[in-house]
């Protein structure tokens, strides 16, 4: 798995980025059960981002003229869908999931207004993204409820759960 990662500001930590690095692959692990090999296939582009960028993707992709912690731009419906592009294509073939930006300010201002670390924050923020590239999403109580168990699993997974 290949997280293309653009740190506009360079503030993004290695420990941080490297945590990240591991939830991915455990959101592949739980959703696809992927030999290495075929999960080697996988991608996923990050951008780290200011306010006012994000801002202005908001707006430009969204409709929405605010700040927010991150945004997520699937290029799949769901995970059965990348599944069955990853069987259709050649083996050398990689399959860009979609792309994630976070804004860094906003995941420092939640770590603390939720007590959490800098590190714990940015990578809920990076799976809860995932979780959409995958197909999910929580606008209904009963997919919250789903999607959550899935994100809650996964920080658990790599030591990070809620504390």
Same mark, same amino acid.
């Given at each position: 798995?290949?997280? +293309?990662?653009?740190? %506009?500001?360079?503030?993004?930590? *290695?420990?941080?980025? &490297?945590?990240?690095? /591991?939830?991915?692959?455990?959101?592949?692990?739980?959703?696809? +059960?992927?030999?290495? %090999?075929?999960?080697?296939?996988? *991608?996923?582009?990050? &951008?780290?981002?200011? /306010?006012e960028t994000i801002q202005q993707i908001n707006r430009e992709y969204r409709g929405i003229d605010r700040v927010t912690d991150v945004l997520s731009f699937p290029q799949y419906e769901s995970a059965e869908a990348v599944a069955e592009?990853?069987?259709?294509?050649?083996?050398?073939?990689?399959?860009?999931l979609g792309d994630v930006v976070i804004c860094y300010k906003r995941a420092c201002e939640q770590a603390v207004e939720y007590g959490n670390t800098e590190e714990?924050?940015?990578?809920?923020?990076?799976?809860?993204?995932?979780?959409?590239l995958l197909g999910y999403d929580h606008m209904e109580e009963?997919?919250?409820?789903?999607?959550?168990?899935?994100e809650e699993n996964v920080m658990s997974a790599v030591d990070l759960k809620r504390e």
């Amino acid at each position: 798995m290949r997280i +293309d990662c653009v740190d %506009e500001n360079g503030r993004l930590q *290695e420990a941080a980025f &490297t945590k990240i690095l /591991e939830a991915a692959s455990e959101v592949f692990r739980q959703e696809f +059960d992927l030999p290495a %090999e075929e999960e080697e296939r996988l *991608e996923v582009s990050l &951008t780290i981002t200011d /306010e006012e960028t994000i801002q202005q993707i908001n707006r430009e992709y969204r409709g929405i003229d605010r700040v927010t912690d991150v945004l997520s731009f699937p290029q799949y419906e769901s995970a059965e869908a990348v599944a069955e592009e990853l069987e259709s294509l050649d083996e050398e073939i990689s399959v860009l999931l979609g792309d994630v930006v976070i804004c860094y300010k906003r995941a420092c201002e939640q770590a603390v207004e939720y007590g959490n670390t800098e590190e714990r924050e940015l990578t809920y923020l990076f799976v809860h993204s995932m979780m959409h590239l995958l197909g999910y999403d929580h606008m209904e109580e009963e997919e919250k409820k789903v999607m959550r168990l899935h994100e809650e699993n996964v920080m658990s997974a790599v030591d990070l759960k809620r504390e």
